[in-house]
């Protein structure tokens, strides 16, 4: 049973960097695709950016491309979001999630794909 920690959340100014980081626990981490999802207030929980379980592919959404990148430490069983020039429409609650996904050449796009889930963490970004 896997268990996802997100952290590194807070109250940043527009134009501010944070970094997530989702700490997993449990077997087979390296087994899985990890994926990063928001949830602002009032809206639907959106995809961000998902990781293959190597690290070696990624996939950005198109509103985050250029400013957000994802990568991962399997070693340390835990995965970044590099967020920067934010922007005060990414607030929103960040959550990580995982799937058992071996392919390389397509990642899992959608909330339906993922099994396991984190508490997420608060974004806020504001002046």
């Known amino acids: 049973q896997l268990q996802l920690v997100e952290s590194g959340g807070g109250l940043v100014q527009p134009g501010g960097s944070l970094r997530l980081s989702c700490e997993i626990s449990?077997?087979?981490?390296?087994?899985?695709?990890i994926g990063w999802f928001r949830q602002a207030p009032g809206k639907e929980r959106e995809v961000v950016a998902c990781?293959?379980?190597?690290?070696?592919?990624?996939r950005i959404a198109d509103s985050v491309q250029g400013r957000f990148t994802m990568s991962r430490d399997n070693d340390k069983k835990t995965v970044y979001l590099e967020m920067n020039s934010l922007e005060p429409d990414d607030t929103a609650v960040y959550y990580c999630a995982a799937r058992q996904w071996l392919y390389e050449t397509q990642l899992p796009w959608q909330i339906y794909e993922y099994d396991y889930w984190g508490q997420g963490t608060q974004v806020t970004v504001s002046s």
């Open positions: 990781i293959s379980s190597s690290g070696r592919r990624t």
């Open positions: 449990g077997i087979d981490v390296d087994l899985h695709a």
